[in-house]
């Protein structure tokens, strides 16, 4: 691709990726260069690497905010009214918090803190970092103003009050903004209260995730609410499918012409563009928000065939996951394809596989994508045996994994277990997606006539030793 032509397409994470493919394959002017650089939607650390080069940088702007002498002792801090306490400290880094100010608060002084409307943000700040005395401060305190995940880690922090802990529950239920995160909260009251009802509450849920998933099978009902396939007859979509910018166009037009339409007007319209056998992402991907459903595709799982059947459904799992089946998925770092590989791990593995000439695009081709992610799998599956961890390495690396879960006690840590520790990992959105690709796993076992249950494959984890080979 030429350089006008690149710096004429309209500005997406598309076309950051080639520009940067760009900026590593030519040697442009300072000129060109800051051309390419007012192009760019999302300067990640690749492309800000690049332009440096060229020495082409974002400027930084100074922050105006000068933190005041007492915020370096927790003691000078404490004699601050509460809203001042709590306006200073929503400015604080977590590293600032953990070296200055990691001592216990007064009981007082925290219930005082408890009843202002800043609460939500000090407690999020508090319940994420590692300053374990000021975090202990909290334990025991009331607020009703800490909002869904404040409530919820809140509700984690006061397991030894059942009141307490239901308390913060309701109320990160009720504040919840996901289905997820509703859900979530409902199946831990479950699990606080023994109170089945919550559990036919989650049997209600539109989302299939592990929390409606437990539901239904601790009370031996079926789950049958999804969409597996559009009945797609029609083989050749509109656009190119696997070519990235292509998507990003359409994409845009796509949502510019659905702003201007009525829900039926949108639902016919999205099915009379993207209703080919090639483009049944594509489908999912728009009506999701309109028409929400669970959509668990198939996406060419003629490439998975010769796998073993719960090798195919991992493998449709982590895409559903990673891109929603969109093969020229790209990510804000550059993760490439339906399996959102990142451009170091594509080189090391299609070397690994004997590819010659391999180019970045051929990443985007479903048999390819499959291919790669089956050969990663054999790798991590040689040390880890559940589909969770295995999640995790997928997600985090496999370094990572072991450093962070399998050496710190995880799921062995109170009689909640395995569900605590799968709240308690961080960094959340490793922990988050790792759950998702469990449930999305268990799903597709059951579609391709494999019984398996989130329930099983959680208590496997309660003996974590036997679930991995480090």
């Known amino acids: 691709m030429g350089f006008s032509t690149l710096a004429s397409k309209p500005e997406s ?27 760019v939607k999302h300067l990640n650390k690749k492309l800000k690497d690049e332009f440096v080069k060229y020495g082409i940088q ?46 216990n608060i007064p009981k007082s002084y925290m219930q005082r803190l408890a009843q202002d409307r800043g609460f939500n943000t000090f407690a999020k700040k508090v319940l994420s970092s590692n300053a374990i005395n000021l975090r202990n401060s909290i334990i025991g305190i009331k607020s009703p103003y800490a909002k869904a995940e404040a409530s919820f880690y809140l ?18 239920k009720r504040n919840a903004l996901s289905q997820f995160k509703k859900d979530r909260a409902t199946l831990w009251l479950y699990l606080v209260t ?47 499918v696997q070519n990235p910018l292509s998507w990003a166009n ?19 319209y999205l099915f009379k563009r993207f209703q080919t056998k090639e483009s049944e992402p594509h489908l999912s991907y728009f009506l999701k928000d309109i028409k929400p459903n669970n959509y668990f595709l198939f996406y060419h799982d003629e490439y998975l065939k010769n796998y073993s059947k719960k090798r195919e459904a991992l493998i449709l799992a982590i895409a559903r996951q990673e891109s929603e089946f969109i093969p020229t998925a790209i990510s804000p770092s550059f993760a490439l394809g339906l399996m959102q590989f990142m451009p170091f791990l594509v080189d090391h593995t299609a070397k690994k596989l004997g590819y010659n000439n391999f180019q970045y695009k051929d990443i985007f081709n479903p048999k390819v994508a499959y291919e790669f992610a089956n050969d990663h799998l054999n790798f991590l599956e040689k040390h880890l045996y559940n589909p969770l961890l295995v999640a995790y390495a997928y997600n985090g690396g496999i370094g990572y994994t072991r450093r962070n879960i399998l050496q710190k006690n995880y799921f062995k840590l109170n009689s909640y277990e395995p569900f605590y520790s799968l709240e308690m990992i961080t960094p959340r959105e490793t922990m988050h997606y790792a759950k998702k690709v469990l449930a999305n796993y268990v799903v597709y076992c059951n579609l391709l006539g494999i019984p398996i249950t989130v329930t099983e494959l959680l208590e496997k984890l309660k003996d974590i030793d036997n679930n991995h080979s480090f």
Do not use: G
């Open 13 to 39: 994470i598309e076309k950051d990726f080639y520009i940067y493919l760009y900026l590593k394959n030519h040697n442009l002017s300072k000129k060109d260069a800051r051309k390419l650089f007012k192009n």
């Open 155 to 172: 509700a984690m922090f006061n397991l030894n009050n059942k009141i307490l802990t239901t308390f913060y529950l309701k109320q990160a």
């Open 194 to 240: 023994k109170d089945k009802n919550y559990l036919k509450k989650l049997t209600y849920s539109p989302e299939l995730n592990i929390y409606s998933l437990y539901a239904y099978e601790n009370l031996q009902k079926t789950f049958n609410n999804l969409v597996t396939s559009f009945n797609s007859k029609k083989k050749n979509p509109h656009f190119k």
């Open 250 to 268: 359409i994409r845009a037009k796509t949502y510019k012409k659905l702003h201007h339409l009525t829900y039926k007007q949108k639902i016919n």
């Open 58 to 103: 974002k400027t930084k702007s100074k922050s105006s905010y000068q933190k005041p002498s007492f915020c370096y002792d927790i003691n000078e801090f404490i004699k601050q009214p509460p809203h001042e306490f709590l306006k200073v400290f929503s400015h604080l880094s977590t590293w600032h918090i953990q070296k200055y100010l990691n001592s």
